[in-house]
């Protein structure tokens, strides 16, 4: 909810820099061939009203008589944002691509960058599930911040690339949480170092550290959880996994070479 509320935030700023027209300024007594600023004033009090359907006919209207006009483009991404409130996020991912096609050099284009990224962003659902709206959110939020550094939307979309990534990465920790279980520990390592180098600003990174001193020590590679145990005490002394990987290792002293060999079988 309170992503609809910022969404909108940057919607209203957005249209009040692209409009300087009065609703007062509207006469609904005039015949059919209005000029295209009074249609995009009729179609935005219904959009105020969110009578979002008469809205986008009152804004298809405008494309279709007055296609050159401003209040055309304008109109193509007042279309764009309604599928976005009505949560029809596929029709708006399109209507806003199509719209960058159209228009590259608009002075508004980041709003349709940023429109695109979000509009992916809403259907990530759950790190287990399909990744693909990850991917697809990420690129685009990376368009926004490398295109428009220095938009209003810039700083949202370094937020959001950050919470992407942590949603990745906990991909990767499921996943490898599923391999060690299995006993596939190179597949697993992979997984874990792939959080560890790609995704360090996330809160997996201690976890992944230790899970890797795990490995190492079932594995026999006592030398590499050793190390990888005083990255992880050197990081982040006061986690958790720190204490588990301390102790793991401590106990592993104590063991005999018989036990050592046991752990591989």
Same mark, same amino acid.
């Given at each position: 909810?309170?992503?609809?509320?910022?969404?909108?935030?940057?919607?209203?700023?957005?249209?009040?820099?692209?409009?300087?027209?009065?609703?007062?300024?509207?006469?609904?007594? +005039?015949?059919?061939?209005?000029?295209?600023?009074?249609?995009?004033?009729?179609?935005?009090?219904? #959009?105020? @009203?969110?009578?979002?359907?008469?809205? @986008? +006919?009152?804004?298809? @209207?405008?494309?279709?008589?007055?296609?050159?006009?401003? +209040?055309?483009?304008?109109?193509?991404?007042?279309?764009?944002?309604?599928? =976005?409130?009505?949560?029809?996020?596929?029709?708006?991912?399109?209507?806003?691509?199509?719209?960058?096609?159209? =228009?590259?050099?608009?002075?508004?284009?980041?709003? *349709?960058?940023?429109? $695109?990224?979000?509009?992916?962003? @809403?259907?990530?659902? /759950?790190?287990?599930?399909?990744?693909?709206?990850?991917?697809?959110?990420?690129?685009?939020?990376?368009?926004?911040? %490398? $295109?428009?550094?220095?938009?209003?939307? *810039?700083?949202?979309?370094?937020?959001?690339?950050?919470?992407?990534? !942590?949603?990745?990465?906990?991909?990767?920790? !499921?996943?490898?949480?599923?391999?060690?279980?299995?006993?596939?520990?190179? *597949?697993?390592?992979? $997984?874990?170092?792939?959080?560890?180098?790609?995704?360090?600003?996330? $809160?997996?990174?201690? +976890?992944?550290?230790?899970?890797?001193?795990?490995?190492?020590?079932?594995?026999?590679?006592?030398?590499?959880?050793?190390?990888?145990?005083?990255?992880?005490? /050197?990081? =982040?002394?006061?986690?958790?996994?720190?204490?588990?990987?301390? %102790?793991?290792?401590?106990?592993?002293?104590?063991?005999?070479?018989?036990?050592?060999?046991?752990?591989? #079988?």
């Amino acid at each position: 909810m309170l992503q609809k509320y910022l969404i909108l935030f940057y919607f209203l700023i957005f249209s009040f820099g692209c409009s300087s027209l009065d609703y007062n300024e509207i006469n609904l007594s +005039e015949n059919d061939f209005k000029p295209p600023n009074e249609i995009y004033l009729e179609a935005k009090i219904y #959009f105020d @009203e969110q009578n979002y359907q008469l809205a @986008e +006919e009152k804004f298809n @209207e405008i494309k279709k008589i007055y296609p050159l006009s401003n +209040e055309a483009i304008q109109s193509e991404i007042m279309i764009g944002f309604i599928h =976005y409130l009505q949560m029809d996020y596929e029709t708006a991912v399109g209507h806003f691509s199509r719209i960058i096609s159209k =228009y590259p050099s608009h002075k508004n284009i980041d709003y *349709a960058y940023y429109m $695109r990224a979000i509009s992916n962003y @809403e259907q990530i659902t /759950h790190h287990d599930l399909d990744g693909s709206y990850n991917e697809l959110a990420l690129a685009g939020f990376n368009q926004v911040i %490398n $295109r428009f550094p220095y938009s209003e939307y *810039a700083k949202d979309s370094r937020q959001k690339i950050v919470l992407i990534k !942590s949603n990745k990465a906990a991909k990767h920790m !499921s996943i490898g949480r599923f391999y060690t279980k299995e006993k596939k520990y190179t *597949a697993a390592l992979n $997984r874990y170092k792939t959080v560890v180098d790609d995704y360090s600003m996330t $809160r997996f990174v201690p +976890e992944a550290l230790f899970r890797m001193v795990e490995i190492y020590n079932k594995i026999g590679m006592e030398e590499e959880s050793f190390k990888t145990a005083a990255v992880l005490g /050197h990081n =982040y002394p006061k986690s958790k996994w720190y204490k588990y990987s301390y %102790n793991l290792i401590k106990n592993e002293k104590n063991l005999t070479l018989t036990d050592k060999i046991k752990k591989l #079988f």
